[in-house]
């Protein structure tokens, strides 16, 4: 259901490191939660952020939901194509449907976040 | 990630269920609480759903709804006075969009107005509403020669809408759909079932409102998605329904209209019938209307992707000018949309200003409305 490959936070993100790089994305409960998603606001490439900070914001036709840092660092990628298909994350939460990739300040934060089988109890309700 | 969605807060009063609560929930639709009720948002998508009563139909469950009889002698009489739309000019078996209004000619209530005979009237009036709309009418009844009953458990209601709607619903029932003209409405049997019938509906595309015994909810609504099914009939839930009746630029109460805005002032001049005689709020509205409007409610599209919400303030150069009243991401149009009452020198259409969406001013531009209309 959840990848194993990631980490999770209590706001429905992901987290997936690969030494130092982290890609950052929504879950596939958080999607649904949310419905058909028209606009997503990107942060810039090279900003830093800090845990928590407000990453930027993912709009559906109903609601506008605030994207969290789940992990300190700086911008280093960000979807592109979610300009023009918001929807992929609707699709595809948990691949295609990345959304921005960052380069780590520390690596202990990973420690706080949720393994796969945590969060799916989480989602469960 | 925290959502902030832009419905109605949950009330302390004990959620309500319309008679399709099973239905929904077996067709796996996703429910939220609703002017006190617990209703369908979406079922496979708000963009589907949306798309589906455009080009096919949808079939809405909208027994939340309040139906309202005044029947007497003087029914006609009081309505006349409590609405501002002239009563006089249906016939039995016509329908009319009003408003309830305050004697500042702002609204209780907008409503639909159906006459059965000349002693012989049907209200129908939003959700979140009855409760206040019946104790208004209930006190201005005082002293006129009628009966005034919240019939609104007896009834479900049933919303089909869209370009296959006469085909899906002809079949089920007697009365000659083609020749039925919009806004008129018959006592027929659907799928045996007595009910209502009433070519209306709020999402800017042909369709039936279907009024049937509440207990025969569950037979209504199968039959007409069995009767649907080949046409590409879908249930649609409450997001598409908002979607849908705003490009169609139909007017929400609680977001675009209210007790603080005049009938004037919502650009629904054309359910105000000065000339009929007294009504409440006359003198407010002839007064507004011999002074000038310094606002309206006018139609706007904002040029970036950020979707402009209810609350949001209109600016222009420099200064909050307005406030949006309802916006959203157009599925049909795929633009974003909205409404917002601006002043009066920002109101013709080009006229630009900007929205502060989340602390950034987007540009916006006036546009004509409705945003959507029908082929016909």
């Given at each position: 259901m959840f990848p194993n490959d990631r980490r999770y936070t209590k706001e429905h993100e992901w987290v997936k490191v690969e030494g130092q790089a982290?890609?950052?994305?929504?879950?596939?409960?958080?999607?649904?939660?949310?419905?058909?998603i028209v606009f997503v606001e990107l942060p810039e490439i090279g900003r830093a952020f800090a845990l928590g900070e407000v990453l930027g914001t993912i709009e559906s036709v109903k609601a506008v939901s605030e994207l969290y840092a789940p992990v300190s660092g700086t911008i280093s990628a960000v979807n592109t194509l979610l300009s023009d298909k918001p929807e992929t994350i609707n699709l595809d939460a948990h691949e295609t449907g990345w959304i921005c990739k960052l380069t780590l300040a520390k690596l202990?934060?990973?420690?706080?976040?949720m393994d796969a089988a945590t969060y799916a109890k989480l989602a469960a309700g | 990630m925290t959502t902030r969605v832009s419905e109605d807060p949950v009330t302390d009063r004990d959620i309500r269920k319309t008679p399709l609560n099973r239905a929904h929930r077996e067709a796996g639709a996703r429910m939220v609480p609703f002017s006190g009720w617990d209703l369908p948002v979406q079922y496979t998508g708000v963009i589907d759903e949306h798309l589906a009563v455009r080009t096919r139909a949808?079939?809405?469950d909208v027994s939340h709804m309040g139906e309202v009889d005044v029947v007497g002698r003087e029914a006609q009489d009081f309505l006349q006075h409590v609405t501002c739309n002239d009563v006089s000019r249906l016939s039995p078996?016509?329908?009319?969009?009003?408003?309830?209004?305050t004697p500042e000619g702002t609204f209780v209530d907008d409503l639909l107005v159906y006459k059965r005979g000349d002693d012989d009237y049907l209200l129908v009036i939003n959700a979140g509403n009855t409760p206040k709309d019946v104790d208004w009418l209930r006190y201005h009844a005082k002293g006129y020669d009628?009966?005034?009953e919240d019939v609104s458990d007896r009834w479900c209601q049933l919303a089909l809408q869209g370009p296959r709607s006469q085909e899906i619903l002809q079949p089920l029932t007697t009365a000659a759909f083609a020749a039925m003209?919009?806004?008129t409405f018959v006592q027929d049997n659907v799928s045996g079932v007595p009910c209502i019938v009433s070519r209306t509906g709020y999402t800017g595309e042909d369709g039936f409102e279907i009024y049937g015994p509440a207990e025969a909810a569950e037979t209504l609504w199968y039959a007409v998605l069995g009767a649907g099914a080949p046409h590409g009939l879908v249930p649609a839930g409450l997001a598409a329904r908002d979607t849908l009746r705003?490009?169609?630029?139909?007017?929400?109460?609680?977001?675009?209209?209210?007790?603080?805005?005049?009938?004037?002032e919502a650009d629904l001049a054309w359910i105000l019938k000065l000339e009929k005689g007294e009504f409440l709020g006359r003198d407010a509205l002839l007064r507004q209307k011999a002074e000038g409007l310094t606002r309206t409610l006018v139609g706007f599209e904002t040029e970036g992707r950020a979707i402009a919400r209810h609350g949001h303030k209109a600016v222009s150069q420099g200064t909050e000018v307005g406030t949006v009243t309802s916006g959203t991401f157009a599925p049909f149009l795929r633009k974003n949309i909205g409404l917002a009452y601006l002043p009066i020198g920002l109101t013709p259409p080009g006229s630009r200003f900007t929205i502060d969406i989340r602390g950034r001013e987007e540009p916006a531009v006036v546009v004509p409305t409705p945003f959507y209309t029908r082929a016909r």
């Amino acid at each position: 259901m959840f990848p194993n490959d990631r980490r999770y936070t209590k706001e429905h993100e992901w987290v997936k490191v690969e030494g130092q790089a982290a890609t950052v994305g929504i879950t596939d409960f958080a999607q649904k939660e949310l419905g058909d998603i028209v606009f997503v606001e990107l942060p810039e490439i090279g900003r830093a952020f800090a845990l928590g900070e407000v990453l930027g914001t993912i709009e559906s036709v109903k609601a506008v939901s605030e994207l969290y840092a789940p992990v300190s660092g700086t911008i280093s990628a960000v979807n592109t194509l979610l300009s023009d298909k918001p929807e992929t994350i609707n699709l595809d939460a948990h691949e295609t449907g990345w959304i921005c990739k960052l380069t780590l300040a520390k690596l202990g934060e990973l420690d706080e976040l949720m393994d796969a089988a945590t969060y799916a109890k989480l989602a469960a309700g | 990630m925290t959502t902030r969605v832009s419905e109605d807060p949950v009330t302390d009063r004990d959620i309500r269920k319309t008679p399709l609560n099973r239905a929904h929930r077996e067709a796996g639709a996703r429910m939220v609480p609703f002017s006190g009720w617990d209703l369908p948002v979406q079922y496979t998508g708000v963009i589907d759903e949306h798309l589906a009563v455009r080009t096919r139909a949808g079939l809405f469950d909208v027994s939340h709804m309040g139906e309202v009889d005044v029947v007497g002698r003087e029914a006609q009489d009081f309505l006349q006075h409590v609405t501002c739309n002239d009563v006089s000019r249906l016939s039995p078996g016509r329908i009319q969009y009003s408003a309830l209004t305050t004697p500042e000619g702002t609204f209780v209530d907008d409503l639909l107005v159906y006459k059965r005979g000349d002693d012989d009237y049907l209200l129908v009036i939003n959700a979140g509403n009855t409760p206040k709309d019946v104790d208004w009418l209930r006190y201005h009844a005082k002293g006129y020669d009628l009966r005034l009953e919240d019939v609104s458990d007896r009834w479900c209601q049933l919303a089909l809408q869209g370009p296959r709607s006469q085909e899906i619903l002809q079949p089920l029932t007697t009365a000659a759909f083609a020749a039925m003209k919009y806004y008129t409405f018959v006592q027929d049997n659907v799928s045996g079932v007595p009910c209502i019938v009433s070519r209306t509906g709020y999402t800017g595309e042909d369709g039936f409102e279907i009024y049937g015994p509440a207990e025969a909810a569950e037979t209504l609504w199968y039959a007409v998605l069995g009767a649907g099914a080949p046409h590409g009939l879908v249930p649609a839930g409450l997001a598409a329904r908002d979607t849908l009746r705003l490009e169609a630029k139909m007017a929400l109460y609680g977001n675009d209209i209210d007790d603080t805005t005049t009938v004037l002032e919502a650009d629904l001049a054309w359910i105000l019938k000065l000339e009929k005689g007294e009504f409440l709020g006359r003198d407010a509205l002839l007064r507004q209307k011999a002074e000038g409007l310094t606002r309206t409610l006018v139609g706007f599209e904002t040029e970036g992707r950020a979707i402009a919400r209810h609350g949001h303030k209109a600016v222009s150069q420099g200064t909050e000018v307005g406030t949006v009243t309802s916006g959203t991401f157009a599925p049909f149009l795929r633009k974003n949309i909205g409404l917002a009452y601006l002043p009066i020198g920002l109101t013709p259409p080009g006229s630009r200003f900007t929205i502060d969406i989340r602390g950034r001013e987007e540009p916006a531009v006036v546009v004509p409305t409705p945003f959507y209309t029908r082929a016909r």
